[in-house]
């Protein structure tokens, strides 16, 4: 029962919120969004892979701690482009963009822009590979 609703019936929940859904995507089960009702913020391109138990924060609040002076309240974007991969686990933080063909490991926790064509892991994320053009070659003529 864990994977009820499927991915087809979560993605069409995002789209009805308000987030910008470019294509196919497969989105697993357990996937976390915290918005503040701003889902119109996520982005999301054709053939993305969304792992389990994903979690992608558009909004971060440290209120009422005292901590909020320092780290205000704030609603970022987070885009992700076309043909990303984003492992079971995985934590994406507000006002951050995936390049295109990227992939994020199980896990990470994505701080900051991740580049086209890489593979980041890790906490934070950090790039541990890029793809070379012999194997974007296939998949930049869809």
Do not use: C
């Amino acid at each position: 029962m864990r994977n009820i609703p499927g991915s087809y019936s979560r993605v069409r929940i995002l789209k009805f919120l308000g987030a910008d859904i470019q294509g196919n995507i497969f989105v697993g089960q357990e996937f976390f969004i915290f918005d503040a009702d701003r889902t119109d913020l996520l982005s999301i391109g054709k053939d993305v892979g969304i792992g389990p138990h994903v979690t992608i924060l558009l909004h971060s609040d440290p209120w009422p701690s005292p901590l909020s002076i320092v780290h205000p309240k704030k609603t970022l974007p987070v885009n992700i482009k076309k043909g990303v991969w984003i492992g079971a686990g995985s934590i994406i933080l507000p006002g951050v963009t995936i390049g295109e063909y990227s992939v994020v490991g199980a896990g990470a926790v994505v701080t900051r822009d991740v580049p086209p064509h890489s593979m980041v892991v890790g906490v934070p994320a950090e790039v541990v590979r890029t793809y070379g053009e012999d194997i974007l070659g296939q998949f930049e003529g869809e």
